[in-house]
């Protein structure tokens, strides 16, 4: 298994027979080891979907998972695309996809593969906001850790999770949080608007080394490789 950093929220995940790409939004992307691809976006927010990912058609034999907030008015790649929604299980040839919601728009993927089980955060986030209100503030922490309550029965391997430079001194309460809870085998850091700075400030493994960080320096960058 190799997972390649796109930019933003967006990664390539190649196993040994597909590959599966996670809120890509720009074309092109680093060549993949296989010709069979499944394009999953979480949401229709620009910075985790975007249409030229239906350019990938022309180059393998792509499979698109979409959230069901993302319209394809137009598209004439209908065909190759399944819309997915929240609190749903789905079979696909080569893993097992459940959905669960997010604390801002669409859905969060948790992927039970065979040679991992791994889950992308989407826009699900701890949005703690210091221009808010405390009340908004406290309605979002309650909201995420009852997702982050939903995904703790099931085991992660991998797991993408936001750590957002905007929220100043809390872009880190969500990644805490969830490395707290469910203890994931690896974590891997996104959605930090190109900071690679802040990256730093993390730890390099969280509840005392049972959870291992894996830090990102560029776009396009292979990060883990089995």
Do not use: C
């Not at 979480?42 to 985790?48: I, K, V």
């Not at 979907?49 to 998972?65: E, P, R």
């Not at 309550?149 to 992660?156: E, N, Y």
């Amino acid at each position: 298994m190799k997972i390649t950093y796109l930019q933003h929220s967006g990664f390539a995940v190649e196993f040994d027979t597909f590959s599966v790409l996670f809120d890509a939004i720009s074309t092109p992307i680093p060549p993949l080891g296989t010709k069979k691809i499944y394009v999953l976006a979480s949401h229709a927010h620009s910075d985790h979907f975007s249409d030229v990912v239906f350019d990938l058609a022309n180059q393998y034999d792509a499979t698109y998972i979409l959230s069901d907030d993302i319209s394809l008015a137009g598209n004439d790649h209908a065909d190759q695309v399944f819309f997915v929604s929240e609190g749903n299980e789905y079979d696909f040839q080569d893993f097992r996809l459940k959905t669960f919601g997010s604390t801002d728009m669409g859905l969060s993927f948790y992927l039970d593969t065979p040679q991992a089980k791994l889950f992308h955060s989407g826009d699900l986030h701890w949005w703690h906001w210091y221009d808010d209100t405390d009340e908004n503030n406290l309605a979002m922490e309650k909201q995420y850790k009852n997702y982050i309550a939903q995904l703790s029965t099931l085991p992660v391997d991998i797991a993408f999770v936001p750590v957002d430079p905007r929220l100043q001194d809390a872009y880190d309460y969500g990644i805490n949080y969830f490395a707290k809870e469910i203890s994931p085998a690896i974590i891997i850091p996104m959605h930090f608007w190109n900071d690679f700075h802040i990256l730093k400030k993390l730890p390099a493994e969280y509840n005392s080394g049972d959870t291992k960080v894996v830090f990102i320096h560029e776009d396009n960058e292979v990060i883990y490789s089995t």
